[in-house]
C-alpha cells in the first residue's frame, strides 16, 4: 500500500485479544476492540512487515463521529472521545462516547504494527470503534447520570445555578487526566465539551487489577464565575497540573452581530447568545466575556475554579501549549483567515499577566504544500493583565438586542483598531478584544485554514531530544491557497501537519510540512484518500518522537486515528 511519502513493504499478522470489555457508563457494558478485518472489512493477515511505516492508521470511529479528546497517560494509556456519532446509528453507538484506550503502552508502540484495516461502509465494523491492538472501553456516554451524580446526564449543558438543563450535547472534546495517587491509577478526567453554551464534566476514575477503568464519581464545573463558557474546544494540561480549556469563539471578530436579533446563521449565532443568557440567570451576555483559555485551577478539590486567562487572546482558540520555560505558549486560532499567536508570561507558572504577539510568516519560493515551509517572526501586540483587561471588558457590559442598529455596532468599530494600530493610542485593549484585528493592523500574518491541534512532548523539549512543536491544518485553502498575502499554498482539502523548530528560548521561527493529506475526488465515498490524513484535529506528541493524529473530517466515511514515525521509511 503507497501511503504518504511510503510504500508499503507488507503486513503483520498481530494475535491480538478480540474480548469486548464493559464500560463504566451507567447503561451497562459497552465498548469495542480490534482490529479490523472481519464483519465486511477489507483487512489482510500473514505477510511479514520488514520495515517501520512512516504512518499508521491505528483506530477508526463510528460513522459520523469524529476524534476527540486525545489524551496520553504517563504510563502510557490513551484517552479519547467519539464525538457527535451518526443518529441513525444502532444504540448505544448513537451516543458520544468518552472511553480510554487499554491494553497497550503508547510509549513503547511498535512502529511496525500494521494499518487497521479500513472499514466497509455497510459493515457492522464501520458502526463502532475499531483499534489495532487493546481494548476502548467507554467510560460514559451521554446522558449517562452515574447513580444521580449527573442528574441531567453526561453532557448535559445546566444552567449556572444548576437547576435546569438548557440542551443536551454530543460534542465532548478534549480530555485532561489529573493523577490522584503517585502511580497514576486513581485519577481525574476533565472532559470539555464543546457546545453554546459550553461545559465541562469531571469523573473521577480508578484503574482496576484486569485493566479496565471504574467510575465512581461524577460533577459539572461550575462556570458562573466567569460568566460561563462556549464552545470548549481541544486543550491541554499546564506543566503546574491544571486543565487549560478552549474556548473556540468561531467569530470573535464579529461582535457587530453579537446583539443583532437576525443573525441566525453564525456560529455563535444569537440563539447562541440567548442561552448563555439562560445559564447566567438572565443577563444578556457580554461578547468580550468570550473566547478566551480557561484555566481549572483546584482540579482535585471538591469545587474546581475555573480562572479566564485574558492575556492570551480573544479569539477561536483550539488549543494552547505552554512551554518548558513556563512563560512561552503558544496558541491556534481555528477558522478562515486566522492567525497564529505566542504569549509570555510575565512570571513563571502564572498566565494572569504579560505580552501577546503575532505570527509573521515568509514563504519559501515554492507553492508546492508538500515542500513549502516558512520563516518565522513575531510582531508585539500589547501588554496587560487579567485584571485591567477585565475592567476593558466591563465598559461594555448592560449593552443587549435593544441596543443594536443595523449598519452600526454597540461594540469596538474597526475605526478605533485602525487608530489603535497607526497612531499607537496606548489602549491595548485592542491586542486582547480584538486580537484577530488587531494582528491584521499591525501587519502579521492572518490567513490560517482551520489552525486545530497544537502539541509538544514536554520533556522532549525541555531535554532537547524533541525540540519540536506539532500544528495540525485541517484544510489547506482559502487564504492559504490563493495568490496573495503572506500564505500563497496549492489546495489541499485533505490538511496538513506541520512541524515548528523551536530555539533555546522556546522561540518557534520555522515552519515545514511533515504530513500532507493525500488525492482528494469529490466523486469517491472517501473523498480523501484512505491511504493518508484527512482533516487533522488533534496532535499528541509520545516519547519517542512519533505523533498520534486525530481527524475530524466528512472526506473520510470512518474517521481515523493515525501514528506517525518520523523515523519511518
Known amino acids: 500500500m503507497k501511503s504518504n511519502n511510503c510504500f508499503r513493504i507488507g503486513v503483520l499478522a498481530l494475535a491480538i485479544s478480540t474480548a469486548l470489555l464493559g464500560g463504566c457508563s451507567d447503561d451497562g457494558n459497552d465498548g469495542a476492540t480490534g482490529p479490523a478485518g472481519t464483519d465486511g472489512t477489507n483487512g489482510t493477515d500473514g505477510q511479514d512487515l520488514t520495515v517501520a511505516e512512516k504512518l499508521i492508521r491505528i483506530a477508526t470511529v463510528p460513522l459520523g463521529a469524529e476524534i476527540t479528546g486525545i489524551f496520553k497517560t504517563d504510563n502510557g494509556e490513551l484517552f479519547f472521545n467519539v464525538q457527535h456519532p451518526d443518529d441513525d446509528l444502532p444504540a448505544p453507538e448513537n451516543n458520544a462516547a468518552i472511553g480510554i484506550w487499554t491494553g497497550i503502552d503508547f510509549d513503547n508502540f511498535d512502529p511496525r504494527t500494521q494499518d487497521l484495516a479500513v472499514p466497509a461502509s455497510d459493515s457492522d ?67 470539555a465539551f464543546e457546545d453554546r453554551p459550553g461545559a465541562m464534566s469531571r469523573l473521577t476514575v480508578t484503574k482496576q487489577d484486569d485493566g479496565n477503568w471504574n467510575v465512581s464519581d461524577a460533577l459539572n464545573v461550575n462556570f458562573l464565575n466567569v460568566a460561563g463558557t462556549m464552545i470548549n474546544c481541544f486543550g491541554t494540561v499546564s506543566p503546574w497540573g491544571t486543565p487549560l480549556t478552549s474556548e473556540e469563539n468561531y467569530e470573535a471578530e464579529n461582535a457587530v452581530n453579537w446583539n443583532n436579533p437576525a443573525y441566525s446563521s453564525g456560529y455563535p449565532n444569537y440563539n447562541d447568545v440567548k442561552n448563555i443568557e439562560t445559564y447566567l440567570g438572565g443577563t444578556f451576555p457580554n461578547p468580550y466575556d468570550y473566547g478566551y483559555i480557561v484555566e481549572i485551577t483546584n482540579p482535585k478539590s471538591a469545587s474546581p475554579t475555573p480562572v479566564k486567562h485574558f492575556t492570551l487572546g480573544r479569539v477561536a482558540h483550539e488549543n494552547v501549549v505552554i512551554m518548558p520555560d513556563q512563560k512561552t505558549v503558544y496558541i491556534t486560532d481555528d477558522g478562515t483567515d486566522k492567525g497564529f499567536y505566542k504569549f509570555i508570561a510575565d512570571t513563571a507558572g502564572d498566565l494572569s499577566a504579560g505580552t501577546i504577539y503575532a505570527a509573521k510568516l515568509v514563504q519559501d519560493a515554492t507553492s508546492d504544500t508538500e515542500k513549502a515551509g516558512f520563516d518565522i517572526s513575531w510582531i508585539e501586540l500589547g501588554s496587560s493583565n487579567n485584571t485591567e483587561i477585565e475592567s476593558w471588558i466591563n465598559e461594555y457590559d448592560g449593552i443587549d438586542e435593544t441596543d443594536y442598529v443595523e449598519g452600526s455596532t454597540s461594540y469596538i468599530t474597526d475605526d478605533e483598531i485602525t487608530d489603535w494600530a497607526f497612531n499607537d493610542t496606548g489602549d491595548d485593549r485592542y491586542a486582547f478584544l480584538e486580537t484577530l484585528k488587531a494582528a491584521e493592523a499591525k501587519g502579521a500574518t492572518t490567513e490560517f485554514r482551520k489552525m486545530e491541534g497544537i502539541n509538544i512532548n514536554y520533556d522532549g523539549v525541555a531535554s532537547g531530544t524533541i525540540p519540536f512543536m506539532y500544528v495540525a491544518l485541517s484544510d489547506v485553502g482559502s487564504g492559504m491557497a490563493d495568490t496573495e498575502g503572506d500564505i500563497q499554498l496549492t489546495q489541499n482539502r485533505c490538511g496538513a501537519v506541520y512541524r515548528f523548530g523551536l530555539n533555546s528560548n522556546y522561540d518557534a521561527i520555522r515552519m515545514e510540512p511533515v504530513v500532507v493529506g493525500g488525492t482528494y475526488d469529490s466523486t469517491l465515498e472517501n473523498r480523501c484518500s484512505t491511504d493518508g490524513i484527512s482533516n487533522p484535529d488533534n496532535l499528541v506528541i509520545l516519547d519517542d518522537g512519533k505523533v498520534i493524529i486525530g481527524e475530524d473530517t466528512g472526506n473520510h466515511v470512518n474517521n481515523m486515528m493515525w501514528l506517525y514515525n518520523p523515523e519511518g521509511d
Not at 129 to 150: H, P
Open 125 to 191: 465494523a464501520a458502526k463502532t470503534t475499531q483499534v489495532v491492538a487493546g481494548n476502548y472501553q467507554v467510560l460514559g456516554r451521554a446522558e449517562d447520570t452515574y447513580a444521580g451524580a449527573l442528574p441531567f446526564g453526561l453532557g448535559a449543558i445546566v444552567s449556572g445555578d444548576g437547576s435546569s438543563k438548557i440542551k443536551q450535547s454530543q460534542d465532548p472534546d478534549f480530555n485532561a487526566f489529573i493523577p490522584g495517587n503517585a502511580d497514576g491509577s486513581t485519577g481525574f478526567l476533565f472532559t
